[in-house]
């Protein structure tokens, strides 16, 4: 019997072994992971994280990263987007500074300071500005909430995490600050868009090619706050 060799899909998809102990979804999450360019070449440059490509890929687009910024980063866990930002604001040779805030730990890094608290939390807002030490040029967030599996819900939620960091945002930008923040298309964070487009020069949706093609996931890049 022929069998026939060299069907690219098969060669090159990996396939866990250990699938009878895991749900499911948690194995074509693993699976999806272990297929991914993304995850791939993130381990292979040295970025903590597969997010890194998006912030990156927005910022070659629109160029919003500059040397010598003050930078905000909310949901920074495991660090991806701060990474990149230190290397665009040259903060770890003192050109710039970059501060981030998570419910998870996150590891040391040069060019930037983190805290392990909520977001949310009376103080936490406080605690990032004395962190930062002034006026941010850039917040960016990338916060999500944990998932319920119920699409509606799971948007509301996001939303309301990037409704929360954009009020944040417009009380620490420094005039002609940039706001970046994570949502989900569906239609409800129409709200935000349109408060945005009053306090920003230019607000737009971008979808990063790294953002996978099958999530509803979608950013909103804010420019030239009015302050």
């Known amino acids: 019997m022929n069998e026939k060799h060299g069907s690219g899909a098969r060669e090159l998809r990996q396939r866990l072994k250990s699938a009878k102990k895991r749900t499911a979804s948690s194995q074509r999450w693993l699976e999806r992971q272990l297929n991914d360019p993304y995850v791939a070449r993130a381990k292979r440059e040295g970025y903590r994280s597969r997010a890194a490509y998006k912030l990156l890929e927005m910022d070659e687009k629109f160029r919003f990263l500059k040397p010598g910024q003050r930078v905000i980063d909310l949901g ?9 930002a230190v290397k665009r604001t040259g903060s770890a040779e003192g050109r710039g500074r970059v501060v981030g805030i998570d419910l998870l730990p996150v590891e040391t890094m040069p060019g930037a300071e983190f805290a392990e608290l909520d ?3 009376p ?3 406080e605690r990032l500005v004395d962190m930062l030490g002034g006026p941010a040029d850039i917040v960016m967030s990338d916060m999500a ?6 699409r509606k819900t799971d948007h509301l939620r996001i939303v309301g995490l990037a409704e929360a960091a954009a009020e944040f945002a417009r009380a620490v930008l420094a005039p002609g600050g940039v706001f970046v923040a994570k949502v989900l298309q569906g239609g409800t964070e129409g709200a935000l868009l349109a408060d945005l487009k ?8 971008v979808k990063p090619a790294a953002s996978r093609a099958d999530s509803a996931e979608l950013y909103v890049l804010a420019t030239g706050f009015r302050g």
Request: no cysteine.
């Open 76 to 84: 920074a866990a495991p660090g991806g987007w701060a990474q990149v």
């Open 119 to 121: 977001f949310l939390a």
């Open 123 to 125: 103080g936490a807002p």
């Open 145 to 150: 909430a944990n998932a319920t599996g119920h």
């Open 198 to 205: 009053r306090d920003f020069a230019s607000v737009r949706h």
